[in-house]
């Protein structure tokens, strides 16, 4: 996946994390969300038979938003996002974001919060699946 143009004016600042070092970790607060600029980051999960891994995620994709949209800032992460290889992230402007959404129609902040709702259930269903 390709990192679409129109991203870059929201990212503020990058980091950059050597392979095993987590970015986001489960439980803990937070409310930016980041793009992939160069490298691999898996999402992992806390299970009642240890951490599984849910997803690989790579250049171009967007993590840590749900928490963002869905709780309002400061919110605790479902989930941890842990770095596969060295990798350089992007943080977003989370306030344009936020700004910029509440310029936006009730009927598209719906179907916004409604694509997150269903993400969430759906990695919900794969940790499920994943340790039954």
């Known amino acids: ?22 970015i986001i970790k489960e439980g803990s607060k937070g409310d930016w969300v980041y793009i992939i600029l160069e490298g691999l980051v898996k999402i992992k999960k806390m299970t009642l038979k240890g951490q599984i891994t849910i997803a690989p995620l790579t250049e171009g994709e967007i993590f840590g938003e ?6 309002g800032q400061g919110a605790t992460r479902n989930v941890s996002i842990v770095a596969e290889t060295k990798t350089r992230v992007g943080l977003l402007d989370t306030a344009l974001l936020l700004k910029e959404y509440e310029s936006i129609s009730p009927r598209l902040k719906s179907l916004i919060s409604s694509l997150i709702q269903r993400l969430t259930i ?4 794969a940790v ?3 340790t039954e």
């Open 122 to 125: 759906t990695t919900q269903k």
């Open 66 to 71: 749900a928490t963002l949209w869905q709780a």
């Open 1 to 22: 996946m390709t990192i679409e143009k129109y991203l870059y004016p929201y990212i503020t600042q990058e980091e950059e994390y050597e392979k095993g070092d987590t």
């Open 128 to 130: 499920r699946l994943a």
